[in-house]
T-cell receptor, first 108, second 114 residues
């Protein structure tokens, strides 16, 4: 089967750095994506890793290690607007399987 | 923002009634998806389409059917709604395939089955 594991909740302080981990038990996928979803809103694309290593997009970075079946999303210089849920997802040829999401709480 | 809309945005219905949700896109993207989102379960794929009249099942397809007669429209039907189908339903589109890395999501439909 295919499964992705993420922590259900993470708490961090405004201005700090936080890492959200994603471990998976699946194979044969193209890459690992990350999506952000604010309360009441739709998921929006953040980042994608097709290859092992680090991808940086502004304050957000994402990492993938296929040998370790592991990835993470790194958020730097946290802002209150980053309070949201974050989903990792593995991409196959015709569909995406999402993790259950991590709720990020940011303290002032 | 990708041109993707969902209708209705909110619906309350009774157990046993049929319900159809519509997803409409103006991007001419080939791939369209229906997900449901429930607390503790994240986003789960119901059905998807890889072209007009070409559809396939996702991980939670029981009780749902879909149709795609035009590129721009993807319909999700609950033939006989049950309370377990109370959820938020999201449509998504992708230009080439899931492996193109980015899916664009519609605003969602909140369905309550009494």
């Amino acid at each position: 089967g295919q499964s992705l594991e993420q922590p259900s909740e993470v708490t961090a302080v405004e201005g700090a750095i936080v890492q959200i981990n994603c471990t998976y038990q699946t194979s044969g996928f193209y890459g690992l994506s990350w999506y952000q979803q604010h309360d009441g809103g739709a998921p929006t694309f953040l980042s994608y890793n097709a290859l092992d290593g680090l991808e940086e997009t502004g304050r957000f970075s994402s990492f993938l290690s296929r040998s370790d079946s592991y990835g993470y999303l790194l958020l730097q210089e946290l802002q209150m607007k980053d309070s949201a849920s974050y989903f990792c997802a593995v991409l196959f040829d015709d569909k995406i399987i999402f993790g259950k999401g991590t709720r990020l709480h940011i303290l002032p | 923002d990708a041109g993707i809309t969902q209708s209705p945005r909110h619906k309350v219905t009774e157990t046993g009634t049929p319900v159809t949700l519509r997803c409409h896109q103006t991007e001419n993207h080939r791939y369209m998806y229906w997900y449901r989102q429930d607390p503790g379960h994240g986003l789960r794929l119901i059905h998807y389409s890889y072209g007009v009249k070409d559809t396939d099942k996702g991980e939670v397809s029981d009780g749902y059917s879909v149709s795609r007669s035009k590129t721009e429209d993807f319909l999700l039907t609950l033939e006989s709604a049950t309370s377990s189908q109370t959820s938020v339903y999201f449509c998504a589109i992708a230009e080439t395939s899931a492996s193109s890395e980015t899916q664009y999501f519609g605003p969602g439909t909140r369905l309550l089955v009494l």
